[in-house]
């Protein structure tokens, strides 16, 4: 894999990788009755996700990465599963709230993962990091008090849900390191593709959707992909101060896309989300100027 060395080459990198996950709200918002075809949408993007993270790995390894599949272990299957969870509950939360709400609780995965960290991995907890995670645990709060609307607050609890799927896949590669990282992608693709194909079979739906929303489907889980691949490339010399406030790309950019007038959709967050999400983005600049000391290196190499 291509190894950008120099930071001012893997920052934009980086960043251009949040730009792609940033174009998946507004994806979703062009899917045709998307709350009706939750299934169908997962079974496609885990399908799309899958063929796509094999085929850059082939490229990559040749066959070799198929010995990828025979060292995943426990971690990867917890890892992989978490995923698929994430990717589940992801298209149930927005399509049930806004995109602002769900993509703020994914802002909060940083203080998830810490918290998990401590409770499984015996990771230390420092009190500035407590600071931010209570301040956005602040932020929540005001986003659940603003979204007590039936569908709007079911949204807002499977956002933290995706958030949380997102922190077990993170916590499961500090677990076991050694674990490889894009076959446990790979593996939360396929797992959404046979839990949404048991759910189509047993609620006697059918498999594919209209020609406009396969193509969408599809869309997204090649714009997850692109963005993977960028940012495996671009983030293995950035430290993790650096790359949490990164992560911010693809928050600004998704509520961004989904609310400017001329792309079409124009939804307007709510004053209790642009407070809440005032408090979430103070936490992860806050959490990212106290790490900044570290020099961690957390990409997906």
Not at 32 to 58: C, H, M, S
Not at 75 to 92: D, E, K, R, W
Not at 231 to 242: F, L, Q, V
Not at 280 to 291: A, D, K, P, T, V
Request: some cysteine; overall charge positive.
């Amino acid at each position: 894999m291509l190894d950008i060395k120099d930071p001012k080459v893997a920052i934009p990198v980086v960043l251009i990788a949040g730009l792609f996950w940033s174009f998946g709200p507004y994806v979703v918002r062009h899917i045709d009755e998307a709350k009706q075809l939750p299934w169908q949408y997962l079974f496609t993007r885990g399908i799309v996700i899958f063929l796509i993270l094999n085929l850059f790995l082939y490229l990559e390894e040749g066959n070799e990465f198929l010995k990828n599949y025979t060292k995943i272990g426990i971690s990867g299957a917890i890892g992989g599963v978490g995923l698929g969870v994430a990717m589940i509950t992801f298209i149930y939360s927005i399509t049930n709230t806004s995109a602002a709400v769900t993509l703020l609780c994914l802002a909060a995965m940083p203080f998830i993962t810490a918290l998990l960290g401590f409770l499984f991995l015996k990771e230390f907890i420092s009190v500035n990091v407590w600071i931010a995670i209570i301040i956005a645990a602040v932020g929540i709060i005001i986003m659940s008090i603003d979204n007590t609307h039936k569908n709007t607050f079911t949204g807002l609890v499977f956002g933290i849900a995706s958030s949380l799927g997102f922190s077990i896949f993170s916590i499961s590669l500090r677990w076991r390191k050694e674990t490889p990282k894009f076959t446990t992608v790979a593996i939360a693709g396929l797992f959404c593709c046979f839990f949404s194909a048991a759910m189509i079979m047993l609620n006697d739906l059918s498999f594919l959707s209209t020609g406009k929303n396969q193509a969408l489907f599809a869309t997204h889980g090649t714009l997850v992909c692109i963005g993977l691949i960028l940012y495996s490339i671009g983030s293995k010399n950035i430290p993790a101060a650096e790359l949490t406030l990164l992560s911010l790309t693809e928050v600004i950019g998704g509520i961004f896309w989904v609310w400017i007038p001329i792309l079409g959709i124009n939804e307007i967050p709510s004053q209790g989300t642009v407070i809440g999400g005032f408090f979430i983005f103070i936490s992860i600049i806050y959490y990212s100027l106290i790490i900044k000391t570290n020099r961690r290196f957390i990409g997906l190499n």
